[in-house]
């Protein structure tokens, strides 16, 4: 049982270029989430999905793409990488009954 | 929409010691969940503790407990017997219970640094 992983670990972009994060989680948790971690702040929430085929907007949805085409995957996708867009980046599943998110390991994102 | 105000940045104890976190929150739901999450260095966000707003009694995991108060809307973390270990950045953090997209919403507070010395 691994858990909520995230790939890949690190990442440096240049301004425009696209990437996808990678998230799986193998709870069979129907809802997950992604959040991004700024210097000195919380978390905040990207995108979320309370199953698959069903995604929805969160607190700073723009310049992010989200698709759930299966219960264990939920990649993020970046349109067009910007420097204010360099963060680390949070992927979380939600076990319902106990009402408890686990967070993967993070990925660390670098936009020149 | 809810918001967590954590007013400690930073925060220090001697080994051994207790230290208080302060947390509170303002929001108009009656169900919910409040967790602490705990990032240390490696930046893994872990679970230290969940409440739920319905239970009175305060929740306790070994050395880590909550002084919850609902009307307050007051949410705080005490650690006793401190550990170097325990030296990591808590965040508190609340969720909507209930059926619909509340599972996936966790909204944080800004953190607090906590430094415990030998």
């Known amino acids: 049982n691994a858990g909520v992983t995230q790939t890949p670990k690190f990442q440096v972009l240049k301004t425009g270029q696209s990437m996808t994060l990678q998230c799986a989680q193998d709870m069979n948790h129907e809802y997950m989430s992604w959040y991004r971690q700024d210097p000195g702040m919380g978390l905040r929430l990207i995108h979320y999905s309370v199953g698959a085929g069903i995604t929805d907007q969160g607190e700073v949805p723009n310049g992010y793409n989200v698709s759930r085409s299966t219960t264990e995957d939920f990649p993020l996708r970046l349109l067009s990488a910007a420097p204010s867009q360099t963060s680390v980046y949070f992927c979380?599943?939600?076990?319902?009954?106990?009402?408890?998110?686990?967070f993967g390991p993070g990925t660390r994102l670098l936009v020149l | 929409a809810q918001t967590v105000t954590q007013s400690q940045p930073e925060m220090s104890v001697q080994e051994a010691e207790t230290v208080t976190l302060s947390c509170t929150y303002d929001?108009?739901?009656?169900?919910?969940?409040l967790f602490w999450y705990k990032q240390p260095p490696s930046r893994q966000m872990i679970l230290v503790i969940r409440q739920e707003a319905y239970k009175q009694q305060n929740a306790t995991e070994n050395r880590f407990s909550v002084n919850f108060q609902k009307a307050a809307k007051s949410f705080s973390l005490k650690i006793s017997d401190s550990q170097l270990g325990d030296t990591a950045m808590y965040f508190c953090a609340f969720m909507k219970e209930g059926p619909g997209a509340s599972g996936s919403r966790l909204t944080f507070g800004e953190g607090t640094q906590l430094t415990v010395n030998p």
């Open positions: 979380a599943s939600t076990n319902r009954l106990l009402g408890t998110q686990y």
């Open positions: 929001t108009s739901e009656s169900n919910y969940y």
